[in-house]
C-alpha cells in the first residue's frame, strides 16, 4: 500500500540498521540541556525541540527523576572541542578517538543513545559541529532538524537522501515532513511498545501511519 508517497518497505527501511530492524522511542519525558549557545538561541532552540516533541503527544520536562537531563546538546566549532568537555567521557567512552574519527569523515553531527531496561531510549547525547553547511541554518530550522532525528531510533540511512523537515515558504518556518510526522506519531502510540527488534513489528507501525496519512488527505480535501 501506498499514500502520499510511503510505503511499508520505506517505513522499514527507517529503522534497519546493518540489515537488523531495530526499533526504539524514548520511554520517558525528555528534559534537555543545551551547551555552547547564547540565552536567545536556547530558547529557540527549545522551542522548536517542543514543537517537535508534541508530534509525539509529548512534553519536556525540566528534570529527568533518575538522569537530571536525558537529552545533552552540544555546539563546537571544531571536533577536538569535545574531548575536552569535562565528565563527557564518562558517558561516551572512547570520546577522544571519536572526536577524531568525526574530524576525519568530516562529520557535523553525532548521536550517542542509550536504553533503559526496555529497550527505550533513557537519554542521548547530540554532538554538533557549527560548520559551513550548519551555518547555513536559521535556529529554528537547525533545532527542528536535530529534534525529529533524534525523537526515535532512526537508521543511520534513514535521511541521507531527504531530510526529515520542510521549510514553509510563506514564513521560512520549518517543520517535520507530513511522512516523518506520521511515522513519529504512530510510533507514540501508547499501544505500541517502546522497542522492537522484530520486523513484524513494522507492519503494525505502517497500518497506524497509512490511516495517519489517509486521514490528512482527506482533512485537506
Not at 24 to 46: C, H, M, N, Q, Y
Not at 52 to 62: D, F, H
Not at 154 to 161: M, P, R
Amino acid at each position: 500500500m501506498n499514500v502520499s508517497g510511503f510505503n511499508e518497505d520505506q517505513i522499514t527501511a527507517l529503522f534497519t540498521h546493518d540489515n537488523q530492524y531495530r526499533f526504539a522511542r524514548w520511554g520517558r519525558e525528555i528534559a534537555p540541556v543545551v551547551f555552547g549557545t547564547d540565552d536567545e538561541s536556547l530558547t529557540a532552540i527549545k522551542a522548536a525541540f517542543a514543537q517537535v516533541a508534541g508530534i509525539a503527544n509529548m512534553k519536556l520536562a525540566e528534570m529527568d527523576p533518575e538522569l537530571g537531563a536525558n537529552f545533552l546538546v552540544f555546539f563546537c566549532n571544531d571536533w577536538s572541542e569535545i574531548a575536552d568537555v569535562p565528565n563527557l567521557e564518562r558517558l561516551m567512552p572512547g570520546l577522544d578517538e571519536l572526536s577524531k574519527n568525526l574530524a576525519h569523515a568530516g562529520a557535523n553531527q553525532y548521536r550517542h543513545f542509550a536504553f533503559d531496561e526496555h529497550g527505550g531510549i533513557k537519554m542521548c547525547i547530540l554532538l554538533i559541529k557549527a560548520d559551513a553547511e550548519m551555518m547555513k541554518m536559521s535556529v529554528q530550522t537547525l533545532a527542528t532538524d536535530q529534534m525529529a532525528r533524534s525523537i526515535l531510533l532512526w537508521s543511520e540511512n534513514a535521511f541521507l537522501l531527504k531530510s526529515p523537515i520542510g521549510i514553509i515558504e510563506k514564513n521560512n518556518m520549518a517543520m517535520v515532513r507530513p511522512n516523518i510526522a506520521a511515522v513519529i506519531r504512530a510510533a507514540y502510540d501508547k499501544t505500541m511498545p517502546v522497542a522492537a527488534t522484530d520486523p513484524t513489528h513494522t507492519l503494525r507501525l505502517a497500518s497506524r501511519v497509512m490511516q495517519l496519512l489517509i486521514d490528512g488527505d482527506e482533512d485537506d480535501d
